[in-house]
């Protein structure tokens, strides 16, 4: 039994530091892609949906919530802003403050200030003067970490439940 319990311990090590190394190749190919001259316009559109995309589906389709969120964060408005150089600090800003209220608004009030620690590890990149390239990773890392954090909430939320339903009916 002893040693079943120790190889598991290590492949939860293994996949942890495999988790981490994957994280760190996304990170630093995404700072690569931004730094270069144009900066890769498509993978930032599809890291924008991509995040859209996981703020909506923590919400009832046709909500209120749902639908701000698709009006606030316009694909084809953000596509044509940062294609035409048009996204400005100021809209950095807004969107960065957008994406972690919404994350604050929808996930558990003990997850706050961890949210808002990922929020403002970015403002203060931008407020040190980090670059573009700089500024991106970090927020859309620490957004999806946000985010990431919603989703593993709710999953455990279910696991608890799903227990509960258990030794309920153990218990009749």
């Known amino acids: 039994m002893a040693e079943s319990a120790k190889f598991e311990k290590n492949m939860e090590k293994i996949k942890g530091q495999i988790k981490e190394q994957m994280e760190k190749a996304w990170f630093d190919a995404l700072k690569e892609k931004t730094n270069s ?4 316009y498509d993978w930032l559109e599809r890291l924008y949906v991509e995040m859209r995309d996981k703020l909506m589906g923590l919400t009832r389709r046709n909500s209120k919530l749902y639908i701000e969120i698709r009006e606030s964060m316009d694909i084809v408005l953000f596509s044509q802003m940062i294609r035409n ?15 972690f209220e919404t994350c604050k608004q929808m996930g558990s009030p003990a997850r ?48 608890n439940f799903s227990n509960k339903e258990k030794d309920i009916n153990i218990k009749k």
């Open 37 to 40: 001259n144009p900066p890769d």
């Open 85 to 99: 150089n048009a996204f400005t600090g100021e809209d950095t800003l807004k969107l960065i403050e957008y994406v």
């Open 112 to 159: 706050d200030t961890t949210t808002d620690q990922y929020k403002y590890e970015v403002l203060g990149l931008i407020k040190a003067g980090g670059t573009f390239g700089d500024i991106v990773p970090l927020f859309f890392k620490n957004a999806n970490k946000s985010v990431d954090n919603i989703y593993n909430d709710l999953q455990q939320l279910s696991i």
